[in-house]
């Protein structure tokens, strides 16, 4: 699942895609999230190897993997969510 941290209308859903042609399997964007600068891919226990290659797949630095709270989002059933901030749609437009 990808949430849109950014200013930037429809991110979430290019990113989406950017990750669904990568082999990715990828649900319908999340809601929009308070703006933040960095991007960040979050995982479920056990999925932190998925996450890391994820992680790189969008050229974002493995600091920006960490393991999921549901207390900043609910990805619902996915393990991996990505959250994307400013620096990463200003790359994907």
Do not use: H
């Not at 999340?30 to 600068?37: D, I, K, V």
């Not at 797949?57 to 960490?66: D, F, Q, R």
């Amino acid at each position: 699942m990808v949430f849109n941290a950014s200013d930037v209308t429809g991110v979430a859903t290019r990113v989406g895609a950017r990750l669904k042609a990568q082999g990715w399997d990828v649900g319908s964007p999340g809601a929009g999230r308070p703006a933040q600068n960095n991007s960040i891919v979050m995982y479920r226990a056990d999925f932190d190897d998925e996450a890391r290659s994820l992680a790189g797949g969008l050229a974002l630095p493995t600091s920006a993997v960490v393991a999921l709270d549901t207390a900043v989002v609910s990805p619902g059933d996915a393990d991996l969510a990505v959250i994307v901030g400013d620096e990463l749609a200003e790359r994907v437009g």
